[in-house]
């Protein structure tokens, strides 16, 4: 529903139970920031806003460069799971620019917000049939670099009854907001297919080569993530600013016309 802080309600059927949000953490770290505003200015720090906040300063800390956040978005009331459409990560380029494009982001938003992936994990599952079994054809994906096929399967066992290991997006420096996961995806060390075909596709192949080369990437990366933080928020009358990040506000009680 946009950048209304949804994620964050609870409930049995919220987007945390949604499949693609399985693997997301810090809520407590969320709960704890919104306590310490709430007691310094009550009811005035969304936790939409937050979350765009907390995530500039993640980035920063983690090597990044700083960049302004727009705030004065609103929490929204809804949150199902049913409303989260990640894309897949087998999604096609062309089809990954369609849904950024549906979110008013250019393909070099895409490209750059991808770009998150320097940081992070993800679980085998998620790229298990690129070592395997890729597109059904009981091999490899062949864009993949010998090297990162043997580390994967090393990681990713094709029968695993115990764990679903977890490999870093960027086998490089995976703790570090930088460009070398443009500089990985050019050798072909992309764990996920998208991953690696932003680097291949026509469409998308020289934006990764201009950042590879751009000394410049955390500033643009930065402008990228004020972007995504523009889409579809709730402003002014609309929703409602939480005391709580996991529950909605409750509404006054209203009889015969009166409070």
């Not at 939480?242 to 009680?253: G, L, Y």
Request: hydrophobic share 40%; glycine share 8%; net charge negative.
């Amino acid at each position: 529903m946009g950048c209304d802080a949804s994620i964050l309600l609870d409930g049995l059927t919220s987007e945390k139970k949604a499949v693609p949000n399985s693997s997301v953490r810090g809520y407590g770290l969320i709960d704890a920031i919104k306590e310490a505003l709430e007691a310094e200015c009550q009811g005035l720090v969304s936790c939409a806003d937050i979350i765009s906040m907390a995530t500039r300063d993640a980035v920063v800390l983690a090597g990044g460069k700083w960049y302004d956040v727009e705030t004065g978005r609103r929490d929204g009331d809804a949150s199902l799971a049913s409303n989260v459409k990640l894309p897949a990560a087998t999604i096609s380029v062309s089809d990954s620019i369609k849904l950024f494009a549906s979110k008013n982001l250019t393909q070099y938003d895409m490209v750059y917000l991808l770009g998150g992936h320097t940081v992070g994990a993800a679980r085998c599952s998620l790229f298990k049939d690129r070592i395997y079994n890729f597109n059904k054809t009981g091999g490899p994906d062949p864009s993949m670099s010998p090297w990162l096929f043997a580390e994967l399967k090393d990681k990713c066992p094709r029968i695993s009854l115990i764990f679903d290991n977890t490999y870093p997006l960027d086998v490089k420096t995976p703790s570090l907001v930088d460009n070398s996961y443009f500089q990985e995806i050019k050798k072909g060390n992309g764990v996920l297919q998208i991953d690696q075909q932003i680097a291949l596709d026509e469409l998308t192949k020289n934006i990764v080569d201009d950042i590879v080369n751009d000394p410049d990437f955390y500033t643009k990366f930065g402008e990228a993530m004020v972007k995504l933080g523009r889409v579809e928020v709730l402003i002014d009358g609309q929703g409602e600013v939480r005391k709580s990040c996991r529950v909605v506000n409750k509404k006054p009680f209203i009889f015969g016309g009166f409070n």
